[in-house]
């Protein structure tokens, strides 16, 4: 039997995770995903981000045993990645989730819940709650070909929980979606982390995902870029400062502070690390006759962090 020692919050791991996809006639290769090394936490969510093309989705299938690695290793819930021990505890929603368009929302949650064997009573009350859930109960007995994107994301989201799974592994969950659609999908999301369930999700969005995940993992041509806890890629941002009737006597100490002094117009502006020695800042300009006109920070995004770290993968 595979797995790995220390297993138990340890979701997903890979170590040194390549997929190269080959042409029929075997002359051309791409290299999908290269050397990836990753860990997911359990009770976690997890973005997986990255541009069209960087190799998400192949991960994804790695991780779900529907492709297999070239090299490397992938292991999900303490298994190697496919292991049908592990099946009954994750949930799949792919990136464009194909649905019977004529069955309603209670019937296709029905026929999965019948797939999976849940017996009846209890599989008519777990697809009433399910599309409670969802906010479908109303459209519930309509055909899903008159459904929105974001009703058929939802009712795909219900289909994945109909298994009470420990994992979910959702594929641009919120690509297509109008604003409305996804904070739907965004609250849904919270809550199933409130219930201890672990979350992966890729995107190549950022806004939405931004608010809700506890780490992320940049991707770019199949390469691990960034990963790491959401606040400490976002720090480094800045605070300005603009005083004036500020003496020169405080130029060389703010740059030993770590800022940026200038002047404009007789105004000085300082930009300044967002690490506290702004209020140092401050007092020297102060204890200089200066008079503070504004301060004000400036935090970096999540698309500032994904738009340098692309574009300082592509220089190299
Ligand atoms: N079945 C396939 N055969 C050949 N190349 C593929 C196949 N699937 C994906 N690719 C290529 O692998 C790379 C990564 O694709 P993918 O994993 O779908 O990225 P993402 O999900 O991040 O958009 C892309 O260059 C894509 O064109
Ligand atoms: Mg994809």
Redesign the pocket.
Known sequence: MGGYSIVSDVVIKTVKLTKR?S?WWGSQT?E??KNLDLEVYRGEIFGFL????????????VLLGILYPTSGEAYVLGKPAGDPETHHRLSYLP?NPYFYEYMTGKEILTFYARLFGIPEPERSKRVNQLLDRVGLSRAANQPLRNYSKGMLQRIGLAQCLLNDPDLLIL??PTAGLDPIAHIDIRDLILELREQGKTLFI?S?QLSDVEIVCDRVAI?NR?ELVRIGKLEELLSGGYVEMIAEKVSENVLEPIRQLGGRPSWHDGRLIVEQPDDGSIDRVIDLVRANGGHIISVKPYRRTLEDLFVETIQGGRKQ
Do not use: Q
């Open positions: 996809y042409s791409v999908a995903v990255g541009p069209n093309g960087a190799g998400k989705t192949t991960t994804i299938k990136e594929d641009e890729s190549h991707l199949g």
